[in-house]
């Protein structure tokens, strides 16, 4: 396993994690990305410049750390593009269907104690668990 990465996969743990804690403690917000994207196009009065401000972070986050390792950010994908915009849309329904995403209660939720985070994220767990056992070794890879 040549990206097994210990060190590194800590400290952007880490990162987020404080990021999540800062968040709440300064702002008494939750970091679920989902939520704080998908209000910028219903802006309520008052949040939509911490809003910006979060995704505008988010993405100068991800430019700098492909400008100083232009490397980290390298993905292979092994999948056709439908497959990938099929899952993109999947996950998008997912995190409305669950009110919230992998953040808001896998990062935020399950530090919180939340029990509705606790189910939710156990069951997109055991949902990408399965997702992954039918593809790869039921269809074989073949979507």
Do not use: K, N, Y
């Amino acid at each position: 396993m040549d990206t097994f990465t210990p060190w590194t996969s800590l400290a952007g743990g880490a990162v987020i994690g404080l990021s999540a804690a800062l968040l709440l403690l300064l702002q008494g917000r939750v970091a679920g990305i989902s939520g704080i994207f998908g209000s910028l196009f219903r802006p309520t009065p008052g949040e939509f410049a911490w809003r910006m401000m979060f995704v505008a972070g988010l993405l100068v986050g991800g430019l700098g750390a492909w400008m100083l390792v232009p490397t980290a950010l390298a993905v292979t994908v092994d999948r056709s593009w439908i497959a990938v915009a099929a899952a993109g849309l999947l996950v998008g329904f997912g995190t409305r269907l669950g009110s919230g995403c992998t953040s808001g209660h896998g990062v935020c939720g399950i530090s919180r104690l939340s029990p509705r985070s606790l189910v939710a994220t156990a069951s997109f767990t055991f949902a990408g668990a399965v997702v992954v056992l039918v593809v790869s070794h039921v269809l074989g890879g073949q979507i």
